[in-house]
C-alpha cells in the first residue's frame, strides 16, 4: 500500500540553526500538507502546496518557514532559525485531490535545544 | 472560522462492548469529516470521512461514524471494540467554502481509547 515517507524520523538542533524536514508524499498525489503537533497538544495545520506553489498557511507559518518541492518526488519543510518553540512532531500529508483524505506520514520528531 | 470539539480526554471500554468517541464540529458551511487514529509513535491513520451522501458512513477496522447535520456532530462508533483499537483517535473538519484555498483540516484535541480485556 502507498504510504507518506518522513526523514529523519528523529532531529535533534540547536537553536538557531536550519533544518530541512523531508517527505516523499504518495507518487499520484497533487495536494501537500505540513502539520506540526506539539507535545500534548492538537495537531496543527502549518501549510498547504498545490501546484508548485503554497495554496494556504496558517499563522504559525511565518517567514521562518519555507516549503520547496525541488524534483518530482520530495516536498520538503525549512525552518531558517529554530526556536525551542519549533520542538514537535511534524507531520507531511498529502491528498489526490482537494476533496479526499489526507495521508499521513509518520512524523520527524524535531528537537530544539 | 472552523473548530472541532472532542468532550471527552479519555474513553474506557470493556472489550467486547460497543465504543463510541464523541465528536462536534462548527463550520460555516458544509462539512468534509473526517476521523484518524494515532498508536503510539505512529502518525496519523485514516479511519473514515464524511464528504456526502449517505450520513452513516463505514471505515477501516469495523468503525463507522454518523453525521448528523442538526446536532452537528459526527460520533465514531463500533460495535464491539477490541483491545488493539486502544489508541489517540481524532476528529478533524474542513471547510471546503470558507475561501480559496481552504484546504486546511482543523483537528480536535483527540480523545485516548483504552480498551480493557
Known amino acids: 500500500e502507498p504510504e507518506v515517507t518522513q526523514t529523519p524520523s528523529h532531529q535533534v538542533t540547536q537553536m538557531g540553526q536550519e533544518v530541512i524536514l523531508r517527505c516523499v508524499p504518495i507518487?499520484?498525489?497533487?495536494?501537500f500538507y505540513w502539520y506540526r503537533q506539539i507535545l500534548g497538544q492538537k495537531v496543527e495545520f502549518l501549510v498547504s502546496?498545490?501546484?508548485?506553489?503554497?495554496?494556504?498557511k496558517s499563522e504559525i507559518f511565518d517567514d521562518q518557514f519555507s516549503v520547496e518541492r525541488p524534483d518530482g518526488s520530495n516536498f520538503t519543510l525549512k525552518i531558517r532559525s529554530t526556536k525551542l518553540e519549533d520542538s514537535a512532531m511534524y507531520f507531511c500529508?498529502?491528498?489526490?485531490?482537494?476533496?479526499?483524505?489526507?495521508?499521513f506520514g509518520q512524523g520527524t520528531r524535531l528537537t530544539v535545544v | 472560522a472552523q473548530s472541532v470539539a472532542q468532550p471527552e480526554d479519555q474513553v474506557n471500554v470493556a472489550e467486547g462492548n460497543p465504543l463510541t468517541v464523541k465528536c462536534t464540529y462548527s463550520?460555516?458551511?458544509?462539512?468534509?469529516l473526517f476521523w484518524y487514529v494515532q498508536y503510539p509513535n505512529r502518525g496519523l491513520q485514516f479511519l473514515l470521512k464524511?464528504?456526502?451522501?449517505?450520513?452513516l458512513v463505514k471505515g477501516s477496522y469495523g468503525f463507522e461514524a454518523e453525521f448528523n447535520k442538526s446536532q452537528t456532530s459526527f460520533h465514531l462508533k463500533k460495535p464491539s471494540a477490541l483491545v488493539s483499537d486502544s489508541a489517540l483517535y481524532f476528529c478533524?473538519?474542513?471547510?471546503?467554502?470558507?475561501?480559496?484555498?481552504?484546504?486546511?483540516?482543523?483537528f480536535g484535541k483527540g480523545t485516548k481509547l483504552s480498551v480493557i480485556p
Open positions: 500529508a498529502s491528498s489526490e485531490y482537494s476533496n479526499t483524505e489526507a495521508f
Open positions: 502546496f498545490y501546484n508548485n506553489e503554497i495554496s494556504e
Open positions: 464524511y464528504i456526502t451522501g449517505d450520513n
Open positions: 507518487s499520484n498525489h497533487l495536494y
Open positions: 463550520v460555516s458551511g458544509n462539512p468534509y
Open positions: 478533524a473538519v474542513r471547510d471546503p467554502y470558507s475561501g480559496a484555498g481552504s484546504y486546511q483540516l482543523t
